[in-house]
């Protein structure tokens, strides 16, 4: 937690500056070449790391890549499921017809209450929310399974580019026309009679306690009552939902769709502690008891709940965009846009190893172009280690879980309030490299922050685990932001390492 909350820029480690005369202090700024990098996917399963947050929707902007977000969720069901209880307690001559009141998917929205702390506004939205986007619902065909089943030792992985098959369309209507609301609070349900005529109604609403009385807004998706009554309730006592693992391979998913040319990404929230905030199928029906075909003897309303649980993928459709090779480099998140960062070139090393210098501080710092689309930029950056030239794949800087506290990449304001800049402090990383303590100098890539992005855990000193230098792509965080690399004109804001140095005088 307190690395998450750290906000100061820090800017003074002198925990190995030398001030006795025989040492002078001093600094220098080292040309780099920042570069654009873009994506063509990102790993965006559960299976490995537990990803609680999914996108759905569509976000556009002219100076970055539309996206389309949608998910895929594996579905869980309650055992020993029945649409009639104990029918035969009424006797001889009765009948029981069920009715579907309705049945629809449930997304509760991420919220924060008002100045007033009487309601709720909606949270994590960006893009436009008063722009429509298209939902549709399917049945996926692509199981999920927790193995690679091209090699059963290894564990499965789905990234955002998967294309997963889709066999059937559940929403009642095609193509709904969505944009989010907070005043979507109440829903309510009528209950139906064997004739379709009203028998009574339950409201449904969702507070964040019981003690909260304030309702938390939630997405409603009409399903398609027939399709759901032949594909869950006429199959509850069936073999399909013997088990989790039997209805798994029966039902092997489902598919939210997003698609649209403008709109917003919402994002979804899967793993609240209070369940009722979980995305989940709803299901109301009613059971009326008939004797002699159309006497009432009684009626049963029923609800059951399936939670989008198990494995997820978030999916991302994203529009090619070729950036100049000019004075930018475009950070954008999920499967957009890195930069390729390159520190030294060989000479250079040799040049400042000759120097014996001691490395009190080196940092590393981007400035924003704030005549760019700067509406929604990420909190923070993130810099990894690319590792592919050497065929070790990706791995985590070594200040990131040696100095995890100082690593930095938070967004900075100027006197203003504007964005201004982001600054890594890579202070073990070029002591390594300058000291000769290693021959390694790799690339690193820059991206937007998601939370996965830290070290497995942060070790004790000088313990350090496998997991802890691996860095996995994983990516829910949307946002863009345009930087200014080594090439730009403007000096002042131009991409460079400064490395803070204690001198021999001798």
């Not at 996108?55 to 869980?76: C, H, N, R, T």
């Not at 399903?223 to 006592?237: G, I, P, Q, S, V």
């Not at 691996?470 to 965080?477: K, T």
Request: charged residues 20%.
């Amino acid at each position: 937690m307190a690395i998450l909350s750290c906000e100061e820029d820090f800017t003074n480690i002198d925990s190995n500056v030398l001030t006795n005369t025989r040492f002078t202090t001093n600094a220098i700024l080292v040309d780099i070449t920042a570069e654009n990098s873009p994506l063509e996917r990102v790993q965006s399963d559960n299976i490995s790391r537990r990803l609680g947050q999914y996108l759905l929707g569509v976000y556009a902007s002219s100076d970055y890549e539309k996206l389309e977000a949608s998910i895929v969720s594996q579905v869980a069901i309650t055992p020993s499921l029945q649409v009639v209880d104990d029918e035969n307690i009424y006797g001889a001559d009765t009948t029981v017809v069920t009715k579907i009141d309705t049945v629809f998917l449930k997304l509760p929205y991420q919220v924060e209450l008002n100045n007033d702390g009487d309601a709720y506004e909606l949270d994590s939205i960006i893009g436009n929310p008063t722009k429509e986007f298209t939902i549709n619902v399917y049945r996926s065909n692509t199981y999920m399974n927790v193995y690679d089943p091209s090699d059963p030792s290894k564990i499965n992985r789905f990234f955002s580019d998967d294309v997963f098959e889709k066999i059937d369309r559940l929403n009642a209507n095609a193509d709904i026309a969505f944009k989010p609301s907070a005043a979507d609070t109440t829903l309510v349900i009528k209950r139906r009679l064997f004739d379709d005529s009203i028998a009574t109604t339950d409201t449904l609403e969702i507070f964040n306690s019981a003690t909260n009385t304030a309702k938390i807004p939630f997405v409603r998706i009409p399903l398609n009552e027939e399709k759901f009554k032949a594909l869950f309730l006429d199959k509850y006592e069936s073999v399909e939902f013997d088990s989790q693992e039997a209805f798994n391979n029966y039902f092997r998913g489902l598919i939210i769709e997003a698609t649209g040319t403008d709109g917003s990404l919402i994002s979804f929230n899967f793993n609240n502690t209070n369940t009722a905030l979980n995305p989940s199928i709803e299901a109301y029906y009613t059971n009326t008891v008939l004797k002699s075909g159309s006497i009432v003897i009684d009626t049963i309303t029923k609800n059951n709940s399936f939670p989008l649980s198990g494995f997820r993928v978030n999916t991302f459709t994203m529009d090619d965009k070729v950036y100049p090779n000019n004075e930018e480099i475009i950070i954008q998140g999920t499967a957009g846009s890195e930069g390729t960062i390159t520190l030294f070139n060989q000479s250079k090393i040799d040049e400042l190893r000759a120097r014996n210098l001691l490395v009190n501080d080196a940092s590393l710092t981007f400035y924003i172009n704030q005549s760019a689309d700067t509406t929604h930029v990420p909190n923070r950056l993130y810099l990894y280690q690319d590792n592919t030239q050497v065929n070790a794949g990706f791995g985590q800087v070594k200040d990131s879980y040696r100095e995890q506290l100082f690593f930095g990449g938070e967004l900075q304001r100027d006197a203003s309030g504007a964005v201004e800049k982001y600054t890594f402090r890579i202070t073990k990383h070029v002591s390594d490299i300058l000291s000769g303590e290693t021959n390694y100098s790799p690339n690193f890539k820059l991206k937007a922050f998601n939370i996965s992005d830290f070290p497995s855990s942060i070790p004790l000193p000088n313990t350090v685990s496998a997991t802890d230098t691996i860095f996995n792509n994983f990516s829910w965080n949307p946002k863009a932001v345009t930087l200014f690399n080594n090439l730009t004109t403007n000096t002042a804001k131009k991409a460079v390492l400064k490395i803070s140095y204690s001198e021999d005088n001798n």
